[in-house]
């Protein structure tokens, strides 16, 4: 076995051994694979490896990151991210998975790292370590890491037509390409860090508003939703795996409401706008990844789909 430097030219095979491995619950596509874990900036190439056999076939590959973005937003410097660490089930108990866990940590402390955490980086596939796969949590925890806490994803199958909240002191309508900077400045004043870079990056990589519920009062943006569908200008984190249904599959979040503004029910109007909207745009199924707020959400049908442990290391 030996391990080599992280190569797009191996696309193919990486994804194939994703699929092997994953797909009952994670299927990959290769667009998305592309996507998070090659043409992301913050990939960091010293951390990332390929495992291959004597025959350089692919068995093994870990993806890290580190913020590289050269962009002025609020981003944790001294955190690093073990994208995804996977190994052919044929090779476990070699060794294998400990060495590219190893080599992928090294690449992080060197790199500045103070605190790794396990998936949750820019562009993600997951929050966390997956709970379906229990015996991956019991292993990195052997490693030091720790679970911070549970995250969730959740999901509606749409049974019924969702209202548009017309009975509101705020207006909600879709984003247009002219608010782009407005809606920027508001997210840089509400919600600096991971959700106003993604929002610049949606900008980036050719998204024209679509994408966004904002809620307005006297003219002013005061909130917004993200809602995603099968148009979108680039897959989305809670539609990657949209290939496990038949029906068109749409995704919500994230969504956040100006601190001075919240408790009039803005946040569910937002949310219901969005729902709304998906609907008349033929979506069936309705995604939200990565959160705490069960309760909140089940006021909408949403129930949890997916459950991940977030884990941590100093």
Request: hydrophobic residues 40%; aromatic residues 14%; charged residues 25%.
């Amino acid at each position: 076995m030996n391990l080599i430097p992280w190569n797009r030219d191996l696309i193919d095979e990486l994804v194939a051994l994703w699929n092997k491995e994953l797909s009952t619950h994670f299927p990959m596509r290769k667009e998305l694979f592309v996507q998070n874990s090659f043409e992301d900036v913050n990939v960091l190439e010293k951390g990332s490896f390929i495992a291959v056999d004597d025959n350089s076939k692919v068995i093994g590959f870990v993806v890290s990151k580190k913020w590289q973005e050269k962009k002025k937003v609020e981003m944790d410097s001294k955190r690093g991210w073990i994208q995804v660490l996977l190994v052919d089930s044929a090779y476990r108990g070699k060794g294998i998975g400990t060495l590219l866990l190893e080599q992928a940590e090294t690449a992080l402390k060197e790199s500045g790292a103070e605190v790794i955490q396990l998936a949750g980086d820019p562009f993600h596939y997951f929050p966390g370590v997956p709970e379906v796969y229990p015996d991956v949590q019991k292993w990195v925890e052997k490693f030091g890491y720790y679970k911070k806490l549970d995250a969730f994803d959740l999901i509606n199958h749409l049974v019924k037509k969702y209202p548009f909240p017309n009975e509101s002191s705020a207006s909600f309508s879709v984003l247009q390409i002219e608010e782009k900077e407005e809606f920027l400045s508001f997210l840089t004043r509400c919600f600096p860090g991971r959700w106003e870079y993604e929002a610049i990056k949606y900008f980036e990589m050719g998204g024209v508003g679509r994408e966004f519920v904002v809620a307005k009062k006297n003219g002013s943006i005061i909130g917004f939703c993200r809602m995603n569908d099968p148009l979108s200008p680039f897959i989305a984190q809670n539609v990657y795996w949209s290939p496990l249904f038949e029906q068109r599959v749409g995704g919500i979040g994230p969504l956040g409401i100006d601190s001075n503004e919240r408790k009039q029910g803005f946040g569910l109007e937002v949310v219901e706008a969005a729902v709304a909207y998906l609907q008349e745009r033929e979506i069936e199924t309705i995604i939200i990844d990565w959160t705490n707020l069960m309760e909140f959400y089940r006021k909408l049908d949403f129930v949890p789909w997916k459950k991940y442990g977030i884990y941590l290391k100093d």
